[in-house]
């Protein structure tokens, strides 16, 4: 089974862009979510997606927004593009059936904003 | 607000030593507990979870924790550490109420030869 991809692996935007990231789910996974990591604040979830709904949404900015289409597929977008966006945004998919699911991790974005 | 704390942010130790990270929670309400790893270079994957019934979980790698409630602690043990345990370790909660992971700073574990 593959696992989960993120594209692209590395981006490199100035202040003020916008950007948007990819990500494919494990096959027959239903619920994708999306986190941001940097040395600074950690791992820090923006947002989950279940069957191209939103159902869950950390505290980030309304520039950070995300979708989800009916493969499973989602992506996120950021606009206006600030030095702190830069990080490592991961992407975890799972069954979606609960909380008790195993959330499996894609190899992430790196970010990074001049 | 629901919080993860995990106690050092950096260990280091020798090969054949005893590892234990803590892991400590706020919340109230039902939770589940997960310690996720992330080897130099590769993907965070899991650990090991509880989500109910013995407390003491083992995982892959000869990892295990210990969920004590009335301490509201996760802990992760290994009896003897091995130098490919080098890492970064995560303690993460998801509260029963919602799918979102609450995540602890991280621990990095560096292994002497």
């Known amino acids: 089974k593959a696992g989960v991809t993120q594209t692209p692996r590395y981006l490199i935007k100035t202040r003020g862009q916008q950007v948007t990231l990819s990500c494919s789910p494990i096959?027959?996974?239903?619920?994708v979510s999306w986190y941001q990591q940097t040395p600074g604040q950690g791992l820090q979830f923006l947002f989950e997606?279940?069957?191209?709904?939103?159902?869950n949404k950390g505290n980030f900015p309304g520039r950070f927004s995300g979708r989800q289409f009916s493969n499973s597929r989602s992506e996120m977008n950021v606009s206006t593009l600030e030095l702190g966006d830069s990080a490592l945004y991961l992407c975890?998919?799972?069954?979606?059936?609960?909380?008790?699911?195993?959330?499996?991790f894609g190899p992430g974005t790196r970010l990074t904003v001049l | 607000a629901q919080s993860v704390s995990q106690h050092n942010h950096h260990v280091i130790l020798s090969e054949a030593a005893s590892l234990e990270l803590g892991c400590n929670y706020s919340?109230?309400?039902?939770?589940?507990l997960f310690w996720y790893v992330q080897y130099p270079g590769q993907h965070l994957q899991l650990l090991l979870k509880?989500?109910?019934?013995d407390p003491l979980v083992k995982g892959i790698k000869g990892f295990e924790a210990e969920f004590i409630k009335s301490k509201f602690s996760f802990n992760l043990r290994k009896p003897s550490v091995q130098w490919s345990d080098t890492a970064e370790y995560f303690c993460?909660?998801?509260?029963?109420?919602?799918?979102?992971?609450?995540w602890g700073a991280g621990t990095k574990l560096i292994i002497k030869p």
């Open positions: 975890a998919s799972s069954p979606g059936t609960g909380g008790k699911d195993e959330q499996f």
């Open positions: 919340y109230g309400g039902t939770v589940n």
């Open positions: 509880y989500f109910s019934g």
């Open positions: 096959s027959g996974h239903r619920s």
């Open positions: 993460a909660v998801m509260p029963d109420s919602n799918y979102q992971l609450i």
């Open positions: 997606y279940f069957s191209e709904t939103q159902r």
